[in-house]
Nanobody, 120 residues
Framework: QVQLVESGGGLVQAGGSLRLSCAASGRAFSAYHMGWYRQVTGNERDIVAA????????NYADSVKGRFTISRDNAKNTLYLQMNSLKPEDTAVYYC?????????????WGQGTQVTVSS
């Protein structure tokens, strides 16, 4: 089992920035690929960004490329998502997840989510 707890969400104006964090406990954080996902009520949960176990590979949804940066600190068992130039369409609940498969649409473990709201 891997327990994941997100933090850092909130309300921000368009053009602003937020940094999400995801603290992991339980089984070895460094043994899993990680990802950030987001979901708007009534829609599917979509992957936003993924990072490999060692942090060498990253992938981003086209909608966030150049604005969001995913990173991880395996020594601190923490995953990050730096979000810059935020837009109202970035408003969603953001989830972190741990996967045995890189860039997976079906991760093994989920966090509880953190709300991000971007006002226009």
């Amino acid at each position: 089992q891997v327990q994941l707890v997100e933090s850092g969400g909130g309300l921000v104006q368009a053009g602003g920035s937020l940094r999400l964090s995801c603290a992991a406990s339980g089984r070895a954080f460094s043994a899993y690929h990680m990802g950030w996902y987001r979901q708007v009520t009534g829609n599917e949960r979509d992957i936003v960004a993924a990072i490999s176990i060692g942090g060498i590979r990253t992938n981003y949804a086209d909608s966030v490329k150049g604005r969001f940066t995913i990173s991880r600190d395996n020594a601190k068992n923490t995953l990050y998502l730096q979000m810059n130039s935020l837009k109202p369409e970035d408003t969603a609940v953001y989830y972190c997840a741990a996967s045995q498969i890189y860039n997976s649409r079906q991760p093994n473990y989920w966090g509880q989510g953190t709300q991000v709201t971007v006002s226009s």
